[in-house]
């Protein structure tokens, strides 16, 4: 019924950029929030980042300034720029639909590889 499907993970050295992206389809319109979480190796999954349909976003600390969440809703399309990438931000990265009060998580992706080393 809905989809979420991830897409621009790879390999980047440290001090590199990424952009990811993430398309919805179906139900995924009747959700007021899309976002990217992340799980490293042995790590708890944590929020990297969280867009409302308004221009309202939040932030992991770790990420700010340097991560920057954007979303087309008329495409229910959400955009992850990642720039300075450090070896810490190596992790499965996760496309969410889901509430912007709650933070509550209804759909989840399959996951998209970030792997920065040199």
């Known amino acids: 019924q809905a989809q979420l499907v991830e897409s621009g993970g790879g390999s980047v050295q440290p001090g590199g950029s990424l952009r990811l992206s993430c398309a919805g389809s179906?139900?995924?319109?009747?959700?007021?929030?899309m976002g990217w979480y992340r799980q490293a190796p042995g790590q708890q999954r944590e929020l990297v980042a969280v867009?409302?349909?308004?221009?309202?976003?939040d932030y992991a600390d770790s990420v700010k300034g340097r991560f920057t969440i954007s979303r087309d809703n008329a495409k229910n399309t959400v955009y992850l720029q990642m720039n300075s990438l450090k070896p810490e931000d190596t992790a499965v990265y996760f496309c969410?639909?889901?509430?912007?009060?709650?933070?509550?998580?209804?759909?989840w992706g399959k996951g998209t590889l970030v792997t920065v080393s040199s």
């Open positions: 867009r409302a349909r308004v221009a309202l976003t």
């Open positions: 179906g139900s995924i319109a009747s959700f007021n929030a």
């Open positions: 969410t639909a889901g509430d912007w009060e709650t933070r509550a998580t209804t759909y």
